[in-house]
């Protein structure tokens, strides 16, 4: 059974750091692609940033562009999302999500196939 757990979520403030955690087990992901999106009141879903778990290639979404950075750890089956110059509208519940045996880059939620339970990040001005 796959699983994902987020962490390191809380509050911070503008211009502050923050980096968040996902856990995952339950199958080898060497052939999986980890995303982070995230989802503020009212607002859809909206990606944030990927990472291959074989090759590490990453993608970003311009807003976050420069100012957040993707890694895994492979020994550890751990993705990070560390969060820098963080802004009031970085606001978020943010979830990772896994989309298995694929070397696509998909920005919409519909093709991931496993959710973690996401973790709040919220940033004052």
């Known amino acids: 059974q796959v699983q994902l757990v987020e962490s390191g979520g809380g509050l911070a403030q503008a211009g502050g750091s923050l980096r968040l955690s996902c856990a995952a087990s339950g199958r080898t992901f060497s052939r999986d692609y980890m995303g982070w999106f995230r989802q503020a009141p009212g607002k859809e879903r909206e990606f944030v940033a990927g990472i291959h778990w074989s090759g590490g290639s990453t993608y970003y979404a311009d807003s976050v562009k420069g100012r957040f950075t993707i890694s895994r750890d492979n020994a550890k089956n751990t993705v990070y999302l560390q969060m820098n110059s963080l802004k009031p509208e970085d606001t978020a519940v943010y979830y990772c999500?896994?989309?298995?045996?694929?070397?696509?880059?998909?920005?919409?939620?519909?093709?991931?196939?496993?959710w973690g339970q996401g973790t709040q990040v919220t940033v004052s001005s």
């Open positions: 999500a896994i989309n298995v045996n694929t070397f696509v880059v998909h920005t919409t939620s519909s093709p991931y196939d496993y």
